[in-house]
């Protein structure tokens, strides 16, 4: 009899889990580590009455799985970049946003107020995403060491710092920042005599540095255990104030001809239940509050108040895919095997 | 139920040898299932992929000898491959140098100690060989231990930039960490030696220098050389090290495989470079048996 009582209890509880998740008033998030912190959730909860389930993800290659693999029906909203998002409005896995209901992106910092001035945000005139969080890769230089401060990437190729220079094990990267102090105006679509030249580039930075690392902790090492002056920074802010905490005298530069800069927004997907819902939670999250704790705990720029990320001079080069990554990748083997 | 147990009874007498003579059959098939479905399944998947190729990040199932046509022409590929197998040999030699007297002074302990030292050469073996490698880095570092102790001493007055990030630095770190894996063996076939070769070599006259170099010595040969074989096989399949501690100068094959699977998302030519190099591991663990098997066949 009491086993029949348990039973029948977990059966209604189970019953009433199952109500609320199908209940309409869930939004689904699909999104980045940082992005959706439990206590902004409780506060758009206790505000709007809308509960929220946020799915952490880990890869690019994770969302596409997650949202091409439901053709959109498993989330409502989603944080991609500019340059993944390109692939979602393709395949009509996102719809464009309705920017009246999201009254709070009028009050973004300047950069971000023109969406159609973010090259991939719009598409046929319509909005696919909301900016929301960004970070540049910019260059790290030791105070002590480079006199007077840096204010290009074309430093890196200085005989001043030959063996002192950290570069990034990365052949995209590589060969889009060359391109940008070269001038060139797309460095994400190389022509073959563009590839040419910058390899040559490349080959000489590569005499130029000590090593490439691969991540920020590797950075760290090297720097403590040998003579560094300048780093490539491609962990950016976060990079510069690990680097400070240990006591290394180091800053950071957004280099003149433009630094390369990764933007990610929210999109909402094409199987969104509650639209408003959506749009709801994007409006909320551009909040100015909201924004400097996403900085400060994150490190990462926010879209709504200044950060240490950009100053509104910084020329910033948002990311795009590149014209054929096997290339890149298969000219960077090639540059580092030259002698 | 009955019946059952009736058709047992009567079956149980005529039955009781096929279970005897399925024994050995499950035996060997799990024996062979296991290599079968782990190792040779997964390299004949490999050597299959190599014979396909990459157009705009899809495979293109189609064969073709396109990859190992690249391998042979292009110029990026054979001399990282010789440079490659050249440094590993290096460090095959370099391994093999410093374990034989290892080995030879653990023969000499009798007993308890002889083990507890064995034991405590294979104790790095435990630790994480990603960890061994930030250490070694920090060692050798332009402001690392090595140097700050070197200009400390007044040896040199600027740091020494010989180990720093480069093929030097790869070298020394893989002899570092593959030492133990050469200990092994060395020792196993000294002390193999009956120790009355030894006895009649010194009665017979011959001093310890010629004991050891005329008995000792070349019957020792076989486990020398499948150490060599061994860490020759271990430091060629190595890819982090040369990425921790190569910097500019210090590009591997093992890299550039690597990055096939990485970055470039080109597994048909990552496959075939795999292919190659395991061909080469092939070739090096047969050398390393040769001798040992036709050593077998005098005595």
Redesign the interface.
């Known amino acids: 009899m009491i086993g029949f009582k348990h039973v029948l209890g977990a059966a209604a509880l189970a019953a009433g889990l199952w109500a609320s998740s199908a209940s309409a008033e869930t939004l689904r998030v699909l999104a980045w580590e940082g992005y959706a912190d439990p206590d902004w959730v409780k506060d758009f909860t206790k505000e709007t009455g809308i509960d929220v389930d946020v799915v952490f993800i880990g890869s690019d290659d994770e969302i596409w799985a997650k949202i091409k693999g439901s053709e959109g029906k498993d989330f409502d909203v989603m944080a991609v970049n500019t340059a993944q998002l390109q692939r979602y409005i393709d395949a009509s896995l996102v719809k464009p946003w309705d920017l009246s209901k999201i009254p709070n992106q009028k009050d973004v910092l300047p950069r971000f107020r023109d969406l159609s001035a973010i090259k991939g945000m719009t598409r046929d005139g319509k909005v696919y995403g909301i900016p929301f969080c960004f970070d540049s890769i910019g260059l790290i230089y030791d105070t002590d060491k480079v006199k007077p401060a840096p204010t290009s990437m074309t430093v890196l190729w200085d005989p001043q710092y030959q063996?002192k220079v950290l570069a990034y094990?990365?052949?995209?990267h590589n060969f889009s920042f060359t391109a940008l102090t070269e001038g060139i105006e797309n460095p994400f679509h190389l022509t073959d005599e563009q590839f040419a030249k910058i390899k040559d580039k490349l080959v000489d930075l590569?005499?130029n540095?000590?090593?490439?690392y691969?991540t920020a902790d590797?950075a760290m090492?090297?720097y403590?255990?040998?003579?560094v002056a300048l780093i490539w920074a491609n962990y950016g802010q976060q990079q510069l104030k690990a680097l400070q905490k240990v006591g290394a005298h180091v800053a950071y530069v957004a280099p003149e001809e433009g630094s390369l800069s990764w933007l990610d927004n929210w999109a909402m997907t094409s199987g969104v239940k509650d639209q408003a819902a959506a749009e709801k939670w994007v409006n909320f999250l551009l909040d100015k509050k909201i924004g400097a704790q996403l900085s400060e705990r994150t490190g990462f720029g926010n879209t709504v108040t200044a950060s240490s990320n950009a100053s509104d001079g910084d020329k910033l080069v948002w990311l795009e895919s590149v014209e054929d990554?096997?290339k890149r990748?298969?000219l960077?083997?090639?540059i580092?095997?030259a002698p | 139920m009955s019946s059952r147990v009736a058709d047992a009874g009567v079956e149980a007498p005529a039955a009781h040898p096929s279970p005897s003579r399925l024994v050995p059959w499950f035996a060997a098939l799990a024996a062979y299932a296991v290599p079968i479905w782990f190792v040779l399944a997964p390299m004949a998947l490999f050597l299959g992929y190599s014979f396909f190729s990459?157009d705009k990040?899809n495979i293109v199932f189609t064969p073709t000898v396109a990859n190992y046509v690249r391998f042979f022409t292009d110029p990026?590929f054979l001399?990282?491959f010789w440079r490659t197998c050249l440094l590993c040999l290096a460090v095959a030699v370099l391994c093999v140098l410093f374990a034989f007297p290892v080995a030879y002074f653990l023969t000499t302990l009798r007993g308890r100690r002889r083990y507890v030292l064995l034991v405590l050469l294979l104790v790095p073996l435990l630790m994480s060989y990603v960890i061994k490698i930030?250490a070694v880095?920090?060692i050798?570092?332009?402001?690392?231990m090595l140097n700050r102790a070197l200009l400390a001493t007044g040896l040199i007055d600027k740091?020494s930039?010989l180990f720093?990030?480069n093929l030097n630095a790869v070298l020394l770190t893989l002899t570092v960490l593959l030492i133990p894996f050469a200990v092994l063996p060395i020792f196993l076939s000294l002390e193999r030696i009956p120790k009355a070769l030894r006895h009649a070599s010194a009665d017979l006259g011959a001093s310890n220098a010629q004991t050891f170099w005329r008995v000792t010595v070349p019957l020792s040969l076989p486990g020398t050389l499948s150490a060599m074989s061994f860490v020759f096989v271990l430091a060629i399949g190595d890819f982090l090290t040369p990425?921790?501690v190569?910097?500019?100068s210090g590009?591997t094959f093992g890299?550039?495989i690597y990055?096939q699977f990485g970055?470039?998302?080109?597994w048909p030519f990552g496959a075939a470079l795999s292919v190659i190099l395991a061909a080469v591991v092939i070739i090096a663990i047969r050398l390393g048996g040769r001798v040992e098997s036709s050593r077998g066949r005098i005595q």
């Open positions: 063996g094990d990365n052949g995209e590569k005499r540095t000590l090593s490439f691969t590797e090492q090297i403590h255990n040998n003579d990554p096997l990748s298969d960077w083997n090639e580092k095997a | 990459v990040g990026v001399p990282i930030y880095r920090s050798l570092g332009g402001n690392g740091p930039m720093v990030f990425q921790m190569g910097g500019q590009f890299r550039i990055s970055t470039a998302f080109n």
